[in-house]
């Protein structure tokens, strides 16, 4: 079975502070996301990356940054949090598409206070 | 742009129905059509995946179809319990622009003992 988990599923900082928030698949999966859900918006898409160092933007990529230095382990980074960050973080890997299903982790809920 | 939208946006039935959530998108290039729950505070599970070139898909009862010329995937869940009480989300795999997946905002679904 896929696992794609995730280095936190609550998590408390304060305005202004540096965040990261990892996630980690263990069948060697070329592409991550990483997404944010809020009620009555969705899913949207922050990042994704198809390969290791590479990325790219998805619809809301203002305020966070991505790393990827190895395959299994996608990082999202909030270089100052706001509290418009404050929402449910979900990773997900998938095989190169099309065709492959995303496996989703199970959320980081992180509040900025 | 590719939209998705799901209708309703919430549903209550009795034990025992068979129901059908209806997803819809605007653009029919797509490489394929994903159904997910997602249970209160945490990550999505995904259901079923219907290809671009496939009419429905079937787990156990669960059935999901896709008509991609009119734009329409349905997921049919025969004889509901209240362990299937959850949020069911649709997401397409677009072919082109720079997204990847757009997600519906998804059918809270309270099946009733």
């Known amino acids: 079975d896929v696992k794609v988990t995730q280095s936190s599923r609550y998590l408390v900082k304060r305005t202004g502070e540096k965040v990261f928030l990892e996630c980690v698949q263990d069948?060697?999966?070329?592409?991550m996301f990483w997404y944010r859900q809020d009620p009555g918006l969705g899913l949207r898409l922050i990042y994704f990356s198809y390969d290791v160092k590479m990325k790219e933007k998805g619809d809301i990529p203002e305020g966070y940054s991505v790393s990827r230095e190895k395959k299994e382990r996608f990082s999202l980074i909030l270089e100052s949090a706001s509290t418009n960050q404050t929402s449910m973080y979900l990773c997900?890997?998938?095989?190169?598409?099309?065709?492959?299903?995303?496996?989703f982790g199970p959320g980081t809920r992180l509040t900025v206070t | 742009k590719q939209e998705v939208t799901q209708i309703p946006a919430a549903l209550s039935v009795p034990e025992g129905e068979n129901l059908v959530l209806n997803c819809s998108f605007t653009?029919?290039?797509?490489?394929?059509l994903q159904w997910f729950r997602q249970d209160p505070g945490k990550g999505l599970t995904s259901l079923l995946l219907i290809q671009s070139s496939q009419r429905e898909q079937t787990s156990g009862r669960l059935n999901a179809s896709l008509d991609k010329s009119s734009g329409r995937s349905t997921l049919y869940i025969a004889a509901s319990q209240p362990g299937d009480s959850a949020t069911y989300l649709c997401?397409?795999?677009?072919?082109?622009?720079?997204?990847?997946?757009?997600f519906g905002t998804g059918t809270r679904l309270k099946v009733l003992a």
């Open positions: 069948m060697d999966h070329e592409n």
């Open positions: 997401a397409v795999e677009t072919t082109s622009g720079t997204y990847k997946y757009i």
């Open positions: 997900a890997s998938s095989q190169t598409t099309p065709k492959y299903e995303q496996y």
């Open positions: 653009d029919s290039a797509i490489y394929n």
